[in-house]
């Protein structure tokens, strides 16, 4: 089994759709959440970063982090169709210098 | 707007020949990584440098695959003799803490 586990989707919403994007984990002593997101033919761009539990809001994303349950989320408000991209959740323990990613989901959002 | 950049963008090369690919961190960054990421296995960490140290290369099939840091501003990933499963995005990325910032990819295609 994998240390973290994210659905592949794909997903498809319509245009202006609440999206949550959502991944598990198993080891307890990851402290670091960053969700990266992936346009097609590119490389993966940081988008959000937390550190230990709760959440963190930036214009129309927001990232939640509860280590009771060892379960991170990412919720797209009002979605659009430039979100369409594969979104990889990734994880560190502190000072590990290395992170452990999800494989991703893929969203599609529809005009 | 600093960038982590990636050299060659796209690679199509026989089986047996050798491969370089090679990437410039962004400056200031203490840490460099190689990935591969694939449809099947999603995304891989193959070796990661701290101050141009290898730490980990435990992700590279060591018989063929080499990663070398021979300064700062340039880290390389060569494969001898290359083989059609090596075929897929490798990408390069650099950070200084818990984030990392990647490069736009090499694609490599083995025939």
């Known amino acids: 089994q994998k240390e973290v586990e994210q659905d592949p989707g794909p997903l498809s919403v319509p245009e202006g759709a609440i999206v949550s994007l959502n991944c598990t984990y198993s080891?307890?002593?990851?402290?670091?959440f960053m969700w990266y997101r992936q346009y097609s033919r590119k490389g993966p761009e940081l988008l959000m970063y937390t550190y230990s539990s709760g959440n963190k809001e930036d214009g129309r994303f927001t990232a939640q982090v509860d280590k009771s349950s060892k379960y991170i989320s990412l919720f797209i408000r009002d979605s659009q169709p430039s979100d369409s991209a594969t979104y990889l959740c990734a994880m560190s323990v502190i000072a590990a210098g290395k992170s452990t990613f999800g494989d991703g989901t893929t969203l599609t959002v529809k005009p | 707007d600093a960038r982590v950049t990636q050299t060659p963008r796209d690679k199509v090369t026989e089986m047996g020949q050798e491969v370089t690919m090679r990437c410039q961190p962004i400056l200031g960054h203490n840490t460099v990584f190689w990935y591969r990421q694939t449809m099947m296995q999603g995304l891989e960490l193959l070796a990661y440098?701290?101050?141009?140290?290898?730490?980990?290369d435990s992700g590279m099939p060591k018989d063929r695959f080499s990663a070398e840091m021979p300064d700062a501003t340039l880290a390389t990933l060569k494969i001898q003799p290359s083989e059609p499963r090596d075929s897929a995005v490798y990408f390069c990325a650099s950070g200084y803490g818990e984030t990392q910032y990647f490069g736009p990819g090499t694609r490599l295609l083995v025939l």
């Open positions: 080891n307890s002593a990851f402290q670091y």
């Open positions: 440098f701290r101050n141009r140290a290898p730490l980990d």
